[in-house]
C-alpha cells in the first residue's frame, strides 16, 4: 500500500538549521560565503515555491500549447546559464544560441522519443510527465555543455600558438583543433560519467528517492531511475556533441585559420582605488 509523506514548513525550517551551521562555520573561519548561502537560499526556495504554483495551474490547465511554451522558457534559460558560465564568450548571438539550440536539440529529441515509447502517458504531452522528465534532461544537459564550451574556449586561447603552427603546418582546421576539440568533449561528458559510476553505491538519486518515500516498489524506483539516466546521458551526449563542434566551426573558418576574434572582448579591470 503506498503512502504519501506530507511535510509541514515547520519541517523545512527545521532542515534548514544544517545551512545555518553552515553560514556559522563560514562565519568563524572568515570564508566569506555566509551572505551567498543565504541569498542562494532565499533564491531557492522562492523560485521552489513558485514553481509550484506555476505547476498546479498548469497541470489543471493541461494544454498543450501551454506545455510546449513552458519547455521553450526552461530551455532559454538554461541557455542562459550556459552563456553566463563562459569564461571566454563567443561574441554576438552565436555565444548563446550554440550552447542552447544544441541543448534544446538533444533535450527535445530524447525526451519526445522517451515520452511516446517508454512512458507512453495518456496524452503522450501530459505536462505532469513531460515537463519534469524535460527538466531532468536540460538541467544535466545545460552542466555538460557549458563545460565543454569553457573548456574548448579556454584552451584555444592558451595554445593558440599551438593551433597556429599546425594550421601553417598545412593541417586543416579539424585536424588542427582535434587535440582541444577532444579536450572539450572529455570535460563535457565527465559529469555524467561520474554520476552513472557513484549511482546506487555512493548516492540514491534524488528521482529513485522520491518514489521510494511516496510508496513506489523500489524495484519500480529503479527501473524508472535507470530509464532517466539513460535518457540523460545520451541527450547530455549529443548536447555536448553539438556545442563543441558548432563552438569549433565559429572559431576557425572555411580557409582554416583560427578566428579567436569572434570571441568576446573581455573588459579591462579597473585599477583604480576603492
Excluded: C
Amino acid at each position: 500500500m503506498s503512502s504519501y509523506l506530507s511535510l509541514s514548513y515547520f519541517d523545512l525550517a527545521l532542515a534548514s538549521i544544517f545551512l545555518l551551521i553552515n553560514g556559522l562555520i563560514s562565519i568563524a573561519f572568515k570564508l566569506g560565503l555566509a551572505k551567498k548561502l543565504l541569498i542562494v537560499s532565499v533564491r531557492m526556495v522562492v523560485q521552489l515555491l513558485l514553481v509550484g504554483l506555476l505547476l498546479t495551474w498548469i497541470f489543471a490547465v493541461s494544454s498543450p500549447w501551454l506545455t510546449a511554451l513552458i519547455a521553450v522558457a526552461m530551455g532559454l534559460f538554461a541557455g542562459r546559464e550556459i552563456w553566463a558560465r563562459q569564461e571566454r564568450k563567443i561574441a554576438g548571438i552565436w555565444g548563446f544560441g550554440i550552447g542552447t539550440s544544441a541543448m534544446m536539440f538533444a533535450g527535445m529529441f530524447v525526451a519526445l522519443i522517451a515520452l511516446n515509447t517508454q512512458i507512453q502517458p495518456d496524452p503522450w504531452w501530459s505536462p505532469r510527465f513531460a515537463l519534469p522528465l524535460f527538466g531532468m534532461i536540460l538541467g544535466n544537459t545545460m552542466t555538460g555543455v557549458s563545460l565543454a564550451l569553457d573548456t574548448l574556449t579556454s584552451t584555444l586561447v592558451r595554445e593558440r600558438p599551438a593551433v597556429e603552427a599546425r594550421l601553417l603546418l598545412g593541417m586543416t582546421r579539424w585536424q588542427a583543433m582535434a587535440p582541444f576539440t577532444r579536450a572539450g568533449l572529455r570535460s563535457g561528458f565527465m559529469p555524467i560519467i561520474n554520476a552513472m559510476a557513484a549511482m546506487g553505491i555512493v548516492a540514491l538519486p534524488g528521482m529513485m528517492t522520491g518514489q521510494i518515500l511516496s510508496g513506489v516498489a523500489p524495484q519500480e524506483a529503479v527501473k524508472y531511475q535507470i530509464l532517466v539516466m539513460f535518457l540523460i546521458g545520451g541527450a547530455t551526449g549529443l548536447g555536448v556533441i553539438g556545442a563543441t563542434f558548432g563552438a569549433t566551426m565559429r572559431l576557425t573558418d572555411e580557409r582554416h585559420r583560427l578566428r579567436l576574434d569572434r570571441l568576446r572582448r573581455e573588459e579591462p579591470k579597473s585599477t583604480s582605488p576603492g
